[in-house]
């Protein structure tokens, strides 16, 4: 008898950083980060990716947003998650999001083929389900409501 382990989704992370010291900033108008994927699926993106074996959320948020940012991410809160099965067209994944906040010039690293500071006004195209994360969290900002457990 063969045991075959079950299929479970894989665990990531992405972090909205929040850039207060950016010129685009305004208290009303918040400056972040996103992120151009260098590999599949491309297109613009929050900093984010695969959590370690061991690892746990906050550190793996961090991590990553070091990786693809080159910057050192304070983490505010952990804001929501997400697990659509069709979030990712790779597989199943679910995405723990985190609010942090960073001060310094963000760098393209790692996965990341390009960088650039958006507004909610300006921003791209976005990959995965990151647009849907990005409207959660602007009517969080103008709200204090959270997203509803059931869509």
């Given at each position: 008898m063969t045991f075959t382990p079950p299929q479970t989704p894989l665990c990531t992370v992405d972090v909205i950083i929040l850039?207060?010291?950016?010129?685009l900033y305004r208290e009303d108008r918040p400056a972040f980060v996103l992120i151009e994927?260098?590999?599949p699926p491309l297109g613009w993106a929050l900093p984010g990716g695969f959590v370690d074996v061991g690892e746990?959320?906050?550190h793996a948020?961090?991590?990553e947003a070091k990786e693809e940012t080159s910057?050192?991410?304070e983490l505010i809160e952990q804001f929501f998650a997400y697990s659509?099965?069709?979030r990712d067209p790779r597989r199943h994944t679910v995405s723990t999001v985190f609010i942090g906040r960073a001060s310094g010039e963000p760098r393209a690293a790692d996965d990341a083929k390009h960088l650039a500071v958006f507004t909610e006004a300006t921003l791209p195209p976005l990959a995965f389900d990151h647009g849907e994360i990005l409207r959660d969290y602007f009517e969080y900002r103008r709200s204090g409501r959270r997203p509803p457990a059931l869509r």
């Amino acid at each position: 008898m063969t045991f075959t382990p079950p299929q479970t989704p894989l665990c990531t992370v992405d972090v909205i950083i929040l850039l207060a010291r950016h010129p685009l900033y305004r208290e009303d108008r918040p400056a972040f980060v996103l992120i151009e994927r260098k590999y599949p699926p491309l297109g613009w993106a929050l900093p984010g990716g695969f959590v370690d074996v061991g690892e746990p959320l906050p550190h793996a948020a961090m991590r990553e947003a070091k990786e693809e940012t080159s910057l050192d991410v304070e983490l505010i809160e952990q804001f929501f998650a997400y697990s659509s099965p069709q979030r990712d067209p790779r597989r199943h994944t679910v995405s723990t999001v985190f609010i942090g906040r960073a001060s310094g010039e963000p760098r393209a690293a790692d996965d990341a083929k390009h960088l650039a500071v958006f507004t909610e006004a300006t921003l791209p195209p976005l990959a995965f389900d990151h647009g849907e994360i990005l409207r959660d969290y602007f009517e969080y900002r103008r709200s204090g409501r959270r997203p509803p457990a059931l869509r």
